[in-house]
């Protein structure tokens, strides 16, 4: 059985940061592309950030790049988003996703398993 578990999020001021945590179980973590996505009350879910399974290739959705880092570690099961210079466009709840070996560009079709989401909250 896969699970995700996200942890890191919070309420946090305009220009702050946050990282999130999300540790795998129950697959080879180290066989798949893994996502944070978000979603904001009304909206769809969009990716933020991808890493390839290697770690060596990563995307951003244009609106966090510069600002959001993502990072894994294979032997933690573990991927991690870094949020700097948080703004208040940026409050959403985060989820964590395992998605296709193949490619960073990950989307909500080719994702296959889906953390329980936690809540970031950037206050203005």
């Known amino acids: 059985q896969v699970q995700l578990v996200e942890s890191g999020g919070g309420l946090v001021q305009t220009g702050g940061s946050l990282r999130l945590s999300c540790q795998a179980s129950g697959l080879t973590f180290s066989n798949y592309t893994m996502g944070w996505f978000r979603q904001s009350p009304g909206k769809g879910r969009d990716l933020v950030a991808a890493i390839s399974w290697h770690g060596t290739t990563t995307r951003y959705a244009p609106s966090v790049k510069g600002r959001f880092a993502i990072s894994r570690d294979n032997a933690l099961n573990t991927v991690y988003l870094q949020m700097n210079s948080l703004k208040p466009e940026d409050t959403a709840v985060y989820y964590c996703?395992?998605?296709?070996?193949?490619?960073?560009?990950?989307?909500?079709?080719?994702?296959?398993?889906w953390g329980q989401g936690t809540q970031v909250t950037v206050s203005s």
């Open positions: 996703a395992v998605g296709s070996r193949s490619t960073v560009v990950l989307s909500t079709a080719n994702t296959y398993y």
